[in-house]
């Protein structure tokens, strides 16, 4: 009986702590702003020294603070900013009764280091710093703030982009974001940066790197740069995202938090499977060699035999930065550390289509031959540790040296069945249906040691330089799978009687990769005066050696027939069906392997100058020089098993800003990027995969692309915003991936492909973002249209001449794609009380998922939304409770194909639910359910 009664008790006193105020007797209000633009600044430190007695607040929206019902008498107060040099300290005397009214202006004691925007030692961590970031930039950009990303109900770098105009995520089976979609452009076209420096991927096959892998809490601002100059790197066609960590702050910080919380999606009836992460490290033939033959006694199926069942799994996370500034302020360095260990997972079903469609009742009518009832348990590990140091010589000579390690550990267990012709082929009293369970962990690593040097030479010249070591790696240990076909007898009441399984099967597979770079940046910034005009000209480069390797190995075995219930596989003498398969040497994975050498270099030259007081123009031309060799372990009948590649790209870019006020600018801007081919689509592999196997292509050919923006902002102070703005696309030798036959018409596969034809891809994107007072509404929406058009197949029915197969053009939209895009927010945020609160909603409209080589058989993925809440409440002084929670409405993630629905038969509708879309076939959906997080965060 004491536990209700103490938490009514815990409850109203969280309610007193959050709605209480003060009532005021003598009262200082205080008011901050920038000594240049005289804007309020949001977030500053004001201390209030009384006697022994010592307040540290931090000002609301409008940069003010109110301190009531202070004692009478003498008091100081000065006030900090981090990136701002401390105010003078102000004396004064109160008496009985009084209010006073304080304004004090702050000056910027931030060293712009270079062109890319990384900050010498401020930490530039508000939303009045990101809009001033924003506002002064020579490119196009969009910015979040460290403290617009702490409130944000996410954990993660990738679901915290889905919050930026014009960006999407692609997610994982367990509704995770994984990639960032910019304006319609998937994740080929996009480069990922840290602190301006691009980083190796660690996937297998793409260059691209997973967004997912980075906890958010470790950024200063998440930089979404839209239009590239020529100091940037070329291969952007959709956007660059720029990490920008944590910096050296100018006094002690230390900040912590620890969370916890649960998904809805488990319970006793529906359990998340756990598995233990004792896996063979290494298959066979990497301990044995390839001419080891291996037995079933080789592989210790811990994977599969750990298997337990949790009803409600707990998630965690915790964080801690630490940083200061030492040497009379030379030498300033910071630590900070995340980890998460999240529970998260889906339950899907899918219908999928036969190879060929049918030429009746109509033309490429599809068929379908299994059914897919899936439920996903996953558990999610990161760690992220990184630290800078930086050290000023002199007053002209600056070092840094940055380290970041992150590392995931990914703990998928998937249970399915897979019914047959969704028992359309069986008797009324026999089913068949195929089982499968399949336990995978999945390691990913990147680590980047960066050492960088900033040296004044001149009045007149700079010089920078950037010394770089990244590596990337993703490692797959044993992924195990289980399954046998059921051939399961029904009584009259269509109950299970018995039970004979056939077909069972036991792999074993894995799968390395790893991608280095060792990279050499360099920058000279010459400025000189013109025809009275000062002009800054920088010229630099870069060089890039990256080797990167892959390997992949399965072993398959079998079972015998035998009959038992729900399929135990410690039952089952699995073997391979002769000795020879398990020779390391014979495994068909062996052609997929590949080792590539990578040298980029690339030279650029930019100017800046302003051509009229108020009209600046930023411009220059880059060249890049990409040389790559691969060399495979295909079959030595495999022609292309080795290849060279070489090419290059002049990338030239102009940009103009004109202000037509002090808070008000318009921007144009012109640039030519690329996108490189993956390295594993360029090689002669062929991979197995869900539905599809996957086979590369070494004649692929990079992107190019032509990009134009047009965009107008205003930033009327504090966190407020208006943009708005159009930009237009033009792509040569797009990448797609087609479902095309391999050898006869019912063998199929997934292979890139250039088309032929350019695409288009064009649109416009609104942000604004406005306080009334404490409260807040921030909305964005872009639109975008992308045009391609591509030969598919058309099966259709001739009375007198039979099957007709014909090639018809079809024009769509670019594969991931979205015409619209959303956020809408409202927020709270108060000083006075200690108190912000954020409801985000986010739309993603209905975009192309697969692409088919029929027509009108194309995959779409239905319209989505979602919504989040999230809160944050000071508790006593740097204390803080603060609650995530995503997905409250339990959206569901689901495909279709625009094709009538009233072709399925009452099973295949049974099976998938209520068809919600006229007109249209459900064939995929994935739920999720919500989540929840709650903890404490401590500031110092």
Not at 96 to 115: K, P, T, W
Not at 160 to 169: C, D, F, H, K, P
Not at 815 to 832: H, M, T
Request: aromatic residues 12%.
């Amino acid at each position: 009986m004491k536990q209700p009664y103490l938490f009514y008790k815990l409850l109203l006193l969280f309610v007193g702590l959050l709605f209480t105020t003060s009532l005021s007797a003598q009262t200082l209000d205080v008011k901050v702003k920038d000594s240049r633009s005289e804007e309020p600044m949001m977030g500053a430190s004001i201390t209030l020294v009384q006697g022994k007695s010592t307040k540290v607040v931090s000002t609301n929206l409008q940069g003010r603070f109110l301190f009531e019902n202070i004692r009478s008498g003498s008091y100081q107060l000065w006030v900090n900013f981090v990136g701002y040099k401390r105010s003078e300290v102000f004396e004064g005397t109160l008496s009985s009764g009084q209010s006073r009214f304080i304004v004090i202006h702050l000056q910027d004691a931030s060293i712009e280091m270079n062109e890319t925007n990384i900050i010498g030692h401020s930490s530039k961590e508000t939303d009045y710093s990101a809009r001033g970031l924003e506002k002064n930039a020579g490119m196009i950009q969009n910015i979040l703030s460290a403290n617009t990303i702490q409130l944000l109900p996410d954990v993660t770098v990738v679901n915290a982009l889905q919050r930026v105009s014009g960006v999407t995520i692609q997610r994982s089976s367990s509704g995770e974001g994984r990639y960032a979609i910019i304006r319609g452009m998937d994740q080929r076209y996009n480069t990922t940066l840290v602190n301006g420096i691009k980083i190796p991927s660690p996937d297998n096959q793409y260059r691209f790197v997973p967004m997912d892998i980075f906890p958010s809490e470790m950024l200063e601002r998440l930089e979404v740069i839209k239009a590239l100059t020529p100091n940037m790197e070329g291969d952007a066609i959709g956007g660059a995202m720029n990490l920008v960590m944590k910096s050296a702050p100018d006094g002690l910080i230390w900040n912590a938090n620890v969370s916890g919380g649960f998904s809805t999606l488990f319970s006793k009836s529906r359990p998340f499977v756990h598995f233990d992460a004792s896996p063979g490290k290494n298959s066979p033939a990497a301990v044995n060699g390839n001419s080891y033959a291996a037995t079933y006694t080789d592989f210790n199926n811990k994977m599969l035999s750990s298997q337990k069942e949790l009803s409600s799994p707990f998630s965690s996370t915790a964080g801690l930065t630490i940083g200061d500034r030492f040497l009379k302020r030379k030498l300033g360095v910071i630590v900070s550390a995340s980890y998460q260990n999240i529970y998260r997972g889906s339950d899907s079903k899918q219908l999928t289509p036969n190879a060929q469609p049918s030429a009746i009742p109509q033309p490429n009518s599809p068929q379908f031959s299994d059914s897919y009832d899936r439920t996903y348990s996953t558990q999610t590990q990161r760690l992220g540790i990184h630290n800078k140091i930086d050290y000023a010589i002199d007053q002209n000579n600056k070092l840094s040296l940055y380290n970041l390690y992150i590392h995931q550990n990914e703990f998928e267990s998937r249970t399915g069945s897979d019914t047959l012709g969704l028992g359309i082929n069986s008797t009324a009293l026999r089913k068949q249906i195929t089982l499968a369970q399949r336990n995978t962990l999945t390691k990913q690593n990147i680590y980047n040691a960066t050492l960088h040097g900033d040296h004044q030479l001149s009045d007149k010249l700079r010089f920078n330089w950037d010394g770089v070591y990244s590596v990337a790696s993703r490692h797959m240990p044993d992924r195990t799978e289980f399954s046998y076909d059921a051939n399961q007898s029904l009584n009259n009441n269509l109950e299970i009687t018995s039970e004979i399984d056939n077909n069972t099967k036991l792999t074993h597979h894995w799968e390395n990769n790893t991608d280095k770079d060792i990279v050499i940046y360099g920058n000279v910034i010459f400025n000189h005066t013109i025809a009275g005009r000062e002009v800054e000209f920088t010229a630099g480069g870069l060089y890039r050696h990256k080797n990167r390797k892959a390997d992949y190995i399965t072993y398959s075995l079998t079972g015998g027939k035998s009959t038992l219930f729900n399929g135990d596989f410690n039952t089952i003498p699995f073997a391979f069906n002769s000795a020879a398969d398990g020779i390391g040497s014979n495994n068909p994975d062996l052609q997929n392997n590949y080792k590539v050498t990578e040298d980029d270099n690339a030279e650029y030259l930019q100017f800046r100058f302003n051509l009229i007081p108020k009209l600046q123009i930023l411009g220059g031309v880059r060249v890049e020089n990409t040389r790559m060799n691969y060399d495979t372990e295909s079959p030595l009948t495999v022609t292309e098993r080795s290849g060279n590649i070489l090419y290059t790209d002049v990338l030239p870019s102009i940009h103009f800003k004109y202000a037509l006020t002090d808070n008000q600018n318009l921007r144009a801007s012109y640039f030519a990027s690329i996108s490189r081919p993956g390295f594993g689509e360029l090689v002669p592999y062929k991979m197995d995969g869900e539905y599809y196997s996957q086979v590369g292509n070494p004649q692929l050919k990079h992107i190019t692309a032509d990009n134009a923006d047009l965009r107008y902002e205003l930033f009327p102070g504090g966190a407020d915003q208006f943009l708005i703005g159009s930009f237009y696309k033009r792509i040569y030798n797009p990448i797609e991936y087609f479902v095309v036959r391999d050898g006869g018409p019912s063998s199929q596969v997934i292979k890139p492909q250039n088309d032929t034809g350019a695409a288009t891809n064009f649109g416009f994107e609104a942000l604004v973002t406005k306080f009334f007072g404490e409260i807040g509404f921030s909305l964005n929406y872009t639109y975008t249209h992308s045009r391609i058009t591509t030969s598919k197949l058309l099966y259709s029915n001739d009375p007198a001449l039979g099957l007709q197969q014909t090639l018809v053009d079809q024009t769509r939209p670019l594969q991931g794609q979205a015409n619209n895009v959303g956020n809408a927010s409202v927020l709270f945020k108060s000083g006075r009380i200690g108190l912000d609160i954020q409801l985000a909603f986010v739309y993603t409209g209905e975009r192309l998922a697969q692409v088919s080589p029929y027509y009108n058989l194309d995959f779409y993925q239905h319209a989505y939304n979602q919504l989040d809440f999230s809160f944050e409440k000071t508790l006593i002084k740097k204390l803080s409770f603060y609650g995530k929670i995503n997905n409250i409405t339990n959206a569901a993630s689901k495909l279709y194909l625009k094709f009538p629905h009233a072709s399925l038969d009452i099973k295949q509708q049974e099976f998938l639910g209520k068809q919600d879309i006229s007109g249209q076939t459900l064939v995929q959906s994935n739920y999720y359910k919500t989540m929840f997080l709650g903890g404490f965060r401590y500031k110092f």
